[in-house]
């Protein structure tokens, strides 16, 4: 069966500093894969999604980066934090057209 | 551009008091509209797709429907356990990377 992993589940961060989010998938190959933002009591804002190794297309400039090193792992990075990157981000996996699954999530705060 | 919009934004219901979540949404060529629950602090959790209009799914109390412009969540006799969040998305014929587009969700609570 497949399994997403999310790390860390909490971070707290001062503002200026960088940022590593990492996700891995296991039990399932070639995936497509997500990166999303949750502000408290609001829906999922798309930030990237990946459909291969080193393909990354963003869907909001922004603060943030993503890369692919490998088919199942999917990383978010920033050079320097805002306040207004906190949030609950989260990662998925969907094969093709069909629904997405999601991790855990990491919620950050930047202090 | 896609748009979906879920009302009403929070929902307080009695134990058995049976209700409706709608999910209204404007695409350009409708693949798929999926239902997602999430508690608070973890990821969503999947419910259902559904691809045409006219289309159900149920699963134990849940109930979802579609028709070309909008989807319901029938829950019947809740229990204080379906209290969360419930999403809805839509997926675009021809979405790059397959993406979907989130409505804000509905907070339910459900009160013993």
């Known amino acids: 069966s497949q399994t997403i992993h999310q790390w860390p589940a909490t971070l707290v961060q001062p503002v200026g500093s960088p940022l590593s989010l990492e996700c891995t998938v296991e039990g399932t190959s070639n995936p497509n894969l997500y990166w999303y933002r949750q502000a408290a009591g609001r829906g999922l804002q798309l930030l990237f999604y990946s459909v291969g190794i080193g393909q990354i297309s963003s869907e909001v400039p922004q603060n943030l980066s993503a890369s692919r090193p490998q088919d199942r792992q999917f990383i978010l990075s920033s050079k320097k934090l805002l306040l207004s990157d906190s949030g609950f981000y989260l990662c998925?996996?969907?094969?093709?057209?069909?629904?997405?699954?999601f991790g855990p999530g990491t919620r950050l705060t930047v202090t | 551009e896609d748009q979906v919009t879920q009302s009403p934004e929070a929902l307080r219901l009695q134990e058995g008091e049976s209700s409706s979540l709608n999910c209204s949404y404007t695409v350009s060529g409708l693949r798929g509209l999926f239902w997602y629950r999430q508690d608070p602090g973890k990821g969503p959790e999947f419910l259902f797709t559904?691809?045409?209009a006219g289309e159900e799914k149920e699963k134990e109390r849940l109930k979802a429907t579609l028709t070309k412009k909008e989807s319901f969540l029938h829950i019947t006799a809740p229990k204080p356990e379906d209290s969360a969040t419930y999403l809805c998305?839509?997926?675009?014929?021809?979405?790059?990377?397959?993406?979907?587009?989130f409505g804000g969700g509905t907070r339910v609570l459900v009160k013993p």
């Open positions: 998925a996996w969907s094969v093709r057209e069909y629904e997405q699954y």
């Open positions: 998305a839509v997926q675009a014929s021809g979405a790059a990377g397959n993406k979907l587009t």
């Open positions: 559904l691809y045409s």
